[in-house]
């Protein structure tokens, strides 16, 4: 190429006379990887000091309490270290828990939430993540700050993550041997998020009812076996059969009847689609299983029939579902 130094030319023909650097030139040649190289030992650091956190719950809080965009990794890593092996002593600590409810009440009170924009985004998630982390506690005072999210239908995302972190408060509690401290005002919270019309909220309020209990929770889950979403009626359907509710049968029914879906390897929305099938179809198989063995009777013969051919589905997990399920509708009869 013309622009190449010739074969036996001087190297010095070929370069550019030579002028002092400009200062655009030194920032990008220092300033800016110096700052790239600051910011990599930053997050490096960042991650690091999270995963010490876990052994100083005061850090979390402190780190909570101050106004940066990372707040929500904080809240992420904290709601993880409660679920872990080592969160039994957090999660039973109800100072912690009103902390953490203050924490969640001073970011709705901000007006971040609703802001509009990244700012919003971020602040939304935030919730959501405190939200999470108040499910994982074993005490009733977590319960509070989650009431209040979960009937705030201004913000659906927030009410969602509420509702499904009273789900599993509750479960928690139960485990503890412990119960809400207003347990009306919980189910009031969970029954009017189930009105919404915003589905996945409707559809997690469904599957709280379930796990909530009582006798209006089971009236209501009665009424959103007719829901239009099919995802609000199978939790409706499922938190029916884990109270022993023979009114779930038609609609277990309907889950064990999805179609497989044929997905080509690369096809991310086929595979996704097969994925979400396989769970309907093994929660349905679950909630059988509950009736079961809450009626002590085997389940109607249309169900039967669909729950045999599933024993030779393509998907082991829902093959294999069956087929224990089958072997315990076959010992029942016997």
Not at 57 to 76: D, F
Request: one cysteine or more; hydrophobic letters at 45%.
């Amino acid at each position: 190429m013309s622009d190449q130094p010739r074969r036996g030319s001087r190297p010095d023909d070929a370069l550019p006379p030579v002028e002092p650097p400009s200062a655009a030139f030194l920032i990008q040649l220092f300033v800016v990887p110096l700052t790239i190289v600051a910011c990599g030992l930053f997050v490096v650091w960042g991650f690091y000091w999270l995963a010490q956190m876990g052994n100083d719950p005061e850090s979390y809080v402190r780190a909570l309490r101050r106004n940066n965009e990372g707040r929500w990794q904080v809240a992420l890593n904290f709601a993880n270290d409660l679920r872990g092996p080592g969160g039994s002593a957090l999660k039973n600590d109800p100072a912690l828990a009103a902390e953490l409810s203050g924490i969640l009440a001073d970011e709705v009170a901000s007006g971040r939430p609703a802001a509009g924009g990244q700012t919003a985004e971020q602040s939304r998630t935030l919730c959501g993540y405190l939200c999470r982390a108040l499910g994982e506690f074993a005490v009733p005072e977590a319960a509070d700050a989650l009431v209040k999210r979960a009937g705030d239908e201004s913000d659906p995302v927030t009410a969602q993550a509420a509702v499904e972190a009273l789900a599993v408060l509750s479960s928690n509690l139960a485990t503890a041997g412990r119960s809400f401290a207003d347990p009306t005002a919980v189910a009031d919270a969970v029954l009017k998020a189930s009105r919404s019309e915003t589905r996945p909220l409707r559809s997690a309020a469904g599957y709280a009812l379930g796990v909530i209990g009582g006798q209006p929770a089971s009236d209501r889950l009665r009424q959103l076996l007719e829901d239009g979403e099919a995802d609000v009626r199978y939790n409706a359907a499922v938190g029916l059969a884990r109270h022993g509710d023979a009114a779930a049968w038609d609609t277990l029914g309907e889950m064990l009847d999805e179609p497989d879906v044929v997905a080509a390897a690369d096809d991310r929305r086929g595979q996704a689609e097969r994925y979400r099938r396989a769970m309907v179809v093994v929660n349905a198989l679950k909630g059988v299983g509950l009736l079961v063995d809450a009626t002590g009777s085997a389940p109607p013969e249309p169900v039967a029939r669909r729950i045999a051919a599933l024993t030779k589905d393509a998907v082991p997990d829902v093959r294999n579902g069956a087929l224990a399920l089958q072997r315990r509708i076959e010992r029942l009869a016997a």
